[in-house]
């Protein structure tokens, strides 16, 4: 399968949301994939089980990037048990296209960091 | 017509639809028709183990393979012919030589250099080696405006604790052709000795060992158009005759007692246990097809002048084709090439990065039109630091590529960039932040 791009993605990617530091996260963490280089490091604010902040230094590719993107504006203010439920699919649903295999690991490096770190 | 679809069977391929333009070489060429019968034919005629039996077939099956051995001598240039060793990969010949050679003459306070521009395998064998011993490790740097190695800084650099300098001899990544036979100059002068890694130069420059005077030679099967499995190690034979084994076992041995054993001779010492025979004998045949390649691919350089000169004709194409490559990448506007724009020593290795379209999304949508190129920081990691960047695309090309190639690939290349640039900026206000339900996306989109 060959990996299609929306303009969500190329929008996501070229216009960033969420994208930097918080001051005040209740959790941090970092994931990297040494296959192309992407890497990315989330920060949580969580209070109750809820994300009430979120934001993130992603670079990398396309996908990566605009994946960090996408999830991090779906999560704020969802449970954190409900984001950490999220897989491929869902990725693919709120990009818009679907993950060809090869693109997987740069699709899910953004959920790694969220798991990693909560 | 070439009828290079012939000669390689894969070209027949399609990918999502388009005609295959493999132009990822230097990852692992691909194999003539030639060097996919010697081994079909190996396995249905010939099939035995090798150097054990008194029987037809091994007898046939021995002669096969050291037949290759006397190929990949003459292919270097080796003086003698036990000095070239079988090994699965060019990765395992540099670790034979670093568990061997290097275990026994490296001692701490030692140095070893090396080069910014190694491909990992010729670098972390060389990391866990100097750890171990407490040796140094120091590297020859390469300049960042012509991409050539700084060999001002050789003086300082090699010293009389110099052991061993490890070198490529053609970049994987640059594609530069390495100015070897200095550099093993001046490491003789001080006694160190020297490998080269010659990956990516197997066919496609020209190799003599003993003009080069290297100490040691490696070469990988499955970038040279033979198959996966194979690689060579090439060591002058004074060392390698004084070298421990590597690998011990089966075949290597000339008595064994319970508790002691010696070794068998050269080149059989270095090559214990069953090898990759097939994959060895299929090597013959692509080492026999870089010597006198298919009247098919003759074609296309002038057919006089190929039986006259025969490999370098079609080295001389491939440059030919590197130069088109170049001159019509360098007219894509924000394209930027790693390595020296001229194909001044320098071979179709060309690395190179997109503004705005990262590496991987570039190689997806080529991918999407049948061109399949390689991205990411190509196992030089070290490299792409000092370039000040992640990772890079990079095309290599080999003797089956053609003009119509390039062209296939420099049109994804602006369809990429159509496709992938920026779009206008967005509606939304503040670039860094963005709530929930403003960006335009989120209609339709329900997870459960
Ligand atoms: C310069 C260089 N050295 C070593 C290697 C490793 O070769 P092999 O795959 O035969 O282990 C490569 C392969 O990419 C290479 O480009």
Same mark, same amino acid.
């Given at each position: 399968?060959?990996?299609? !791009?929306?303009?969500?993605?190329?929008?996501?990617?070229?216009?960033?949301?969420?994208?930097?530091?918080?001051?005040?996260?209740?959790?941090?963490?970092?994931?990297?994939?040494?296959?192309?280089?992407?890497?990315?490091?989330?920060?949580?604010?969580?209070?109750?089980?809820?994300?009430?902040?979120?934001?993130?230094?992603?670079?990398?590719?396309?996908?990566?990037?605009?994946?960090?993107?996408?999830?991090?504006? !779906?999560?704020?203010?969802?449970?954190?048990?409900?984001?950490?439920?999220?897989?491929?699919?869902?990725?693919?649903?709120?990009?818009?296209?679907?993950?060809?295999?090869?693109?997987?690991?740069?699709?899910?490096?953004?959920?790694?960091?969220?798991?990693?770190?909560? | 017509?070439?009828?290079? =679809?012939?000669?390689?069977?894969?070209?027949?391929?399609?990918?999502?639809?388009?005609?295959?333009?493999?132009?990822?070489?230097?990852?692992?060429?691909?194999?003539?028709?030639?060097?996919?019968?010697?081994?079909?034919?190996?396995?249905?005629?010939?099939?035995?183990?090798?150097?054990?039996?008194?029987?037809?077939?091994?007898? =046939?099956?021995?002669?096969?393979?050291?037949?290759?051995?006397?190929?990949?001598?003459?292919?270097?240039?080796?003086?003698?012919?036990?000095?070239?060793?079988?090994?699965?990969?060019?990765?395992?010949?540099?670790?034979?030589?670093?568990?061997?050679?290097?275990?026994?003459?490296?001692?701490?306070?030692? =140095?070893?250099?090396? %080069?910014?521009? =190694?491909?990992?395998?010729?670098?972390?064998?060389?990391?866990?080696?100097?750890?171990?011993?407490?040796?140094?490790?120091?590297?020859?740097?390469?300049?960042?405006?012509?991409?050539?190695?700084?060999?001002?800084?050789?003086?300082?650099?090699?010293?009389?604790?110099?052991?061993?300098?490890?070198?490529?001899?053609?970049?994987?990544?640059?594609?530069?052709?390495?100015?070897?036979?200095?550099?093993?100059?001046?490491?003789?002068?001080?006694?160190?000795?020297?490998?080269?890694?010659?990956?990516?130069?197997?066919?496609?420059?020209?190799?003599?060992?003993?003009?080069?005077?290297?100490?040691?030679?490696?070469?990988?099967?499955?970038?040279?158009?033979?198959?996966?499995?194979?690689?060579?190690?090439?060591?002058?034979?004074?060392?390698?005759?004084?070298?421990?084994?590597?690998?011990?076992?089966?075949?290597?041995?000339?008595?064994?007692?319970?508790?002691?054993?010696?070794?068998?001779?050269?080149?059989?010492?270095?090559?214990?246990?069953?090898?990759?025979?097939?994959?060895?004998?299929?090597?013959?045949?692509?080492?026999?097809?870089?010597?006198?390649?298919?009247?098919?691919?003759?074609?296309?350089?002038?057919?006089?002048?190929?039986?006259?000169?025969?490999?370098?004709?079609?080295?001389?194409?491939?440059?030919?084709?590197?130069?088109?490559?170049?001159?019509?990448?360098?007219?894509?506007?924000?394209?930027?090439?790693?390595?020296?724009?001229?194909?001044?020593?320098?071979?179709?290795?060309?690395?190179?990065?997109?503004?705005?379209?990262?590496?991987?999304?570039?190689?997806?949508?080529?991918?999407?039109?049948?061109?399949?190129?390689?991205?990411?920081?190509?196992?030089?990691?070290?490299?792409?630091?000092?370039?000040?960047?992640?990772? %890079?695309?990079?095309?290599?090309?080999?003797?089956?590529?053609?003009?119509?190639?390039?062209?296939?690939?420099?049109?994804?290349?602006?369809?990429?960039?159509?496709?992938?640039?920026?779009?206008?900026?967005?509606?939304?206000?503040?670039?860094?932040?963005?709530?929930?339900?403003?960006?335009?996306?989120?209609?339709?989109?329900?997870?459960?």
């Amino acid at each position: 399968m060959t990996q299609s !791009y929306s303009s969500i993605i190329k929008n996501h990617y070229h216009h960033p949301r969420d994208s930097g530091k918080l001051s005040d996260y209740t959790h941090t963490a970092e994931a990297l994939n040494p296959l192309c280089g992407d890497e990315t490091k989330v920060y949580l604010k969580i209070r109750k089980g809820l994300i009430e902040e979120i934001a993130h230094e992603t670079r990398g590719c396309m996908i990566c990037v605009a994946s960090a993107s996408v999830v991090s504006e !779906y999560a704020r203010g969802k449970a954190l048990a409900a984001i950490k439920k999220l897989g491929l699919q869902d990725i693919a649903k709120l990009l818009g296209v679907s993950i060809s295999s090869a693109r997987t690991s740069c699709a899910t490096l953004f959920l790694e960091a969220i798991w990693k770190a909560s | 017509m070439f009828m290079l =679809e012939k000669d390689f069977p894969i070209l027949n391929r399609k990918i999502n639809g388009h005609r295959l333009v493999y132009l990822d070489n230097a990852s692992t060429a691909q194999k003539p028709e030639s060097v996919i019968k010697a081994m079909d034919s190996f396995y249905r005629q010939h099939n035995a183990n090798i150097h054990r039996g008194i029987h037809t077939l091994s007898q =046939e099956a021995t002669k096969l393979y050291e037949d290759t051995r006397d190929k990949v001598q003459k292919f270097i240039g080796a003086k003698h012919r036990e000095e070239i060793i079988f090994t699965s990969s060019a990765t395992e010949a540099i670790n034979l030589v670093v568990w061997t050679w290097g275990h026994d003459h490296v001692k701490r306070g030692d =140095e070893i250099l090396l %080069t910014e521009v =190694e491909h990992h395998s010729n670098l972390v064998p060389w990391q866990i080696l100097a750890k171990k011993k407490n040796a140094k490790l120091k590297f020859i740097p390469v300049s960042l405006t012509t991409y050539n190695l700084q060999l001002t800084a050789l003086r300082q650099l090699i010293t009389k604790k110099t052991k061993l300098v490890a070198v490529n001899h053609v970049s994987n990544v640059l594609g530069t052709i390495n100015p070897v036979e200095k550099i093993i100059r001046a490491a003789h002068r001080v006694g160190a000795k020297v490998l080269i890694d010659g990956a990516q130069a197997g066919g496609h420059v020209p190799v003599n060992v003993q003009k080069l005077d290297c100490d040691f030679y490696v070469l990988s099967g499955h970038k040279m158009y033979g198959p996966t499995g194979v690689g060579v190690l090439y060591g002058k034979k004074e060392l390698l005759n004084e070298m421990p084994p590597y690998r011990s076992g089966g075949h290597m041995i000339k008595k064994v007692n319970l508790n002691s054993a010696t070794w068998a001779e050269l080149p059989h010492k270095f090559e214990a246990g069953t090898g990759n025979i097939s994959g060895v004998i299929g090597l013959e045949a692509a080492v026999d097809f870089l010597n006198s390649p298919n009247p098919s691919l003759a074609k296309r350089g002038t057919p006089s002048l190929l039986q006259r000169e025969g490999r370098g004709e079609l080295l001389k194409y491939e440059s030919n084709l590197t130069a088109y490559a170049l001159k019509q990448m360098l007219k894509i506007s924000g394209l930027k090439i790693y390595g020296p724009q001229n194909t001044k020593d320098r071979i179709g290795v060309i690395s190179f990065n997109l503004k705005n379209v990262p590496p991987h999304d570039l190689a997806s949508i080529l991918d999407s039109r049948g061109v399949a190129i390689r991205t990411g920081h190509h196992c030089a990691m070290p490299l792409h630091q000092k370039l000040g960047i992640e990772s %890079t695309a990079r095309i290599s090309l080999a003797i089956y590529n053609t003009k119509e190639d390039i062209d296939a690939f420099i049109a994804g290349l602006k369809y990429a960039q159509r496709l992938l640039s920026p779009p206008r900026p967005p509606a939304w206000t503040s670039p860094k932040r963005s709530r929930a339900g403003e960006g335009e996306m989120k209609e339709g989109v329900n997870l459960p």
